[in-house]
């Protein structure tokens, strides 16, 4: 590190000949400016991501409460009872209608 220090000291002019140039400031602070649009976008891109899985999760629990009211609907009840009745009571019901 000593001899690190010894060299630059020793070759400080050459270090020090180039400077930034004319629109070394201005290109710094879009640099700046672009590096806080990217981290709003990718805030702005989780907060996407979160509200698409939300809705994914409402639109498949609307789902599946509509087969759940379908299936627990009265009337559909009814039908199953019917298609499970014996064969001779459904005859009788026919033959009495």
Known sequence: MKKLEEYINENRAQFETDTPGR??????LKLLQDQDRIANANRF???NRLFQIAATIIILAGFGFGIMAILNNPATR???????L???????EHYYK
Not at 23 to 28: L, T
Not at 78 to 84: D, F, I, N, R
Not at 86 to 92: D, N, Q, S, T, V
């Open 78 to 84: 009814e039908l199953k009872a019917e298609s499970t």
């Open 86 to 92: 014996p064969a001779e009571i459904l005859e009788i």
């Open 45 to 47: 891109s989780r907060n």
């Open 23 to 28: 629109n070394h400031e201005e290109k710094f």
